[in-house]
């Protein structure tokens, strides 16, 4: 895989809105496939955190990357199935939050499998060289993480992503730093991983920030994890924070800014009476 570039071009933007267009209501039947688990690690002993658990989804929750990467699947479904790119871009975004290769199986079942696998593979290095490369978080993010780290919040991230892709976006935006742990599709789906930080860190409340239907639904697969939005507003396409709340999240917005007051109102602490503690300092796993 060829490495993100470190340099960016173009200011802060914000992404202006769209038509806002219906999505599948139902639960997918395809929404546990992922690429085959292929990472043997060793198992990271349960533990009492001080306060709980926010696991990040990163693309199009911490990444402002959607918009791009609905562009990159566009013209890789384009030349692969003959979809035009605006309609093919618009299924991938109704689809999003599942794994590209589930996306595949749900839009065209009909097709072979090597032909579905070949477009995957495509799309992934794409991803990387065209949507990755000019990546950046939200404006709020890195105040968000600060915050929720002060607040004693543990973060992690869940991500359909290689891992390795996502420690390395991570920590050129500066962000690693806030994140215990991240889990991507080496360690199998979502909902694998919210069941694994649920045995890594029993007793206490864990929060899924994401921002798609899937993500919604793979909350609520688990047993104590709260599902929380970031509304989506690209050209061409609007994800409302009702319609995430009709997927049963918790609560949602456009932006993570009040994501901590949020936090604060929904979740249940221990020692509340204690004054806050300021320390920064995070593991890693």
Do not use: C, N
Not at 64 to 78: C, E, M, P, Q
């Amino acid at each position: 895989m060829p490495p993100v570039p470190l340099a960016r071009p173009g200011p802060d933007r914000e992404p202006p809105s769209g038509t806002r267009l219906t999505v599948l209501p139902a639960s997918s039947q395809f929404a546990e496939i992922s690429r085959p688990i292929v990472r043997q690690t060793e198992p990271v002993a349960p533990r009492r955190v001080e306060r709980g658990v926010v696991a990040f989804d990163l693309d199009g929750t911490i990444l402002d990357d959607l918009d791009a990467i609905s562009r990159v699947a566009a013209d890789v479904l384009f030349r692969a199935f003959g979809t035009a790119p605006e309609e093919a871009r618009i299924h991938y975004l109704a689809t999003t939050g599942m794994p590209f290769e589930a996306q595949l199986a749900q839009l065209y079942p009909g097709t072979p499998v090597d032909q579905r696998a070949s477009t995957a593979r495509t799309f992934h290095q794409r991803k990387v060289q065209e949507a990755y490369a000019h990546a950046e978080p939200f404006r709020e993010i890195p105040k968000v993480l600060k915050r929720l780290a002060e607040d004693r919040w543990t973060l992690v991230v869940t991500t359909g992503a290689e891992t390795e892709m996502a420690d390395l976006l991570l920590e050129r935006e500066g962000l690693r730093f806030w994140f215990e742990s991240v889990l991507g599709s080496g360690e199998g789906t979502k909902r694998e991983h919210l069941a694994e930080y649920r045995r890594r860190f029993p007793e206490v409340p864990i929060f899924l920030v994401g921002d798609s239907r899937f993500d919604m639904e793979a909350a609520q697969s688990v047993e104590g994890v709260v599902p929380l939005g970031r509304a989506t507003r690209v050209p061409g396409w609007t994800l409302t924070p009702s319609d995430l709340e009709q997927w049963g999240a918790r609560w949602a917005d456009y932006s993570l800014s009040e994501l901590p007051a949020t936090l604060d109102r929904l979740g249940t602490t221990r020692g509340t009476d204690r004054p806050r503690s300021r320390t920064t300092t995070r593991r890693r796993s």
